[in-house]
């Protein structure tokens, strides 16, 4: 499995941007993906989560109506829209899969997912 980040860039603030994880030799059903991000000299953080089954969709509070997840099962790629974006959401952004069902609880733990894309660098200029 292998996951590519993408569409990060540099944004004004206020702006927009929808970055792409597309997953190869991957299949969206009862597993779940995610974002972090890790801004730096910060830890990575938790950003968002989909598991697939029964659409459950999490957000950090931090970017909790900004920020959007979905997918598009034709082209296996998940998408994290980024909308009203702020100095403060400056950073690197991952995504990540698991392999299998994971609980609810454990959708924010980085140690949760197995597979993990290269990152893609979001900067938002004030």
């Known amino acids: 499995v292998q996951l590519q980040a993408s569409g990060g860039g540099l944004v004004q603030a206020g702006g927009s941007l929808r970055l792409s994880c597309a997953a190869s030799?991957?299949?969206?059903?009862?597993?779940?993906m995610a974002w972090f991000r890790q801004a730096p000299g910060k830890e990575r953080e938790f950003v968002g989560a989909a598991r697939w089954k029964g659409n459950t969709l999490i957000y950090a509070d931090s970017v909790k109506g900004r920020f959007t997840i979905s997918r598009n099962n034709a082209k296996s790629t998940a998408y994290l829209q980024m909308n009203s974006l702020g100095s403060e959401d400056t950073a690197v952004y991952y995504c990540?899969?698991?392999?299998?069902?994971?609980?609810?609880?454990?959708?924010?733990?980085?140690?949760?997912?197995?597979?993990w894309g290269q990152g893609t660098q979001v900067t938002v200029s004030s």
């Open positions: 030799d991957y299949t969206f059903n009862n597993n779940a």
């Open positions: 990540a899969a698991t392999r299998d069902y994971v609980i609810l609880s454990r959708l924010r733990d980085l140690g949760t997912y197995d597979y």
